[in-house]
């Protein structure tokens, strides 16, 4: 069952992230390892500002902290140049509780569109 999750969690065009409290990554699927230009073995324990430009990786880490920090879920849209090009994006992040009241890292579903 793993495996199957593996596999269909590699194949969307979506980014798929989790990061610790320290907004470091956990896992990366293939599409951010693909947007980042980075193997995805090599982003792990590392954070958005080790790939792209600081203050593209604030965006990211400002609202990765709110929802880490506030336990609850969050939607939005913004434009971010990431390796010379310029995306159209929209991020869900979502916390990852344990004991349903301590949260422990976050979770992103980004979909990045060119142009």
Known sequence: MENLLSLVVNATDN?????????????VNSAVSRLYEADAESMIGKSDVDFIAPEQSALFN????RVIDSGVKECFRFEIEIKGVMYMAEDHKFPVMIDGSRCVAGIGILTPKAG
């Open 62 to 65: 400002e609202a990765d902290r």
């Open 15 to 27: 980014c798929i992230y989790v990061k610790d409290r320290d907004l470091r990554f956990l896992f």
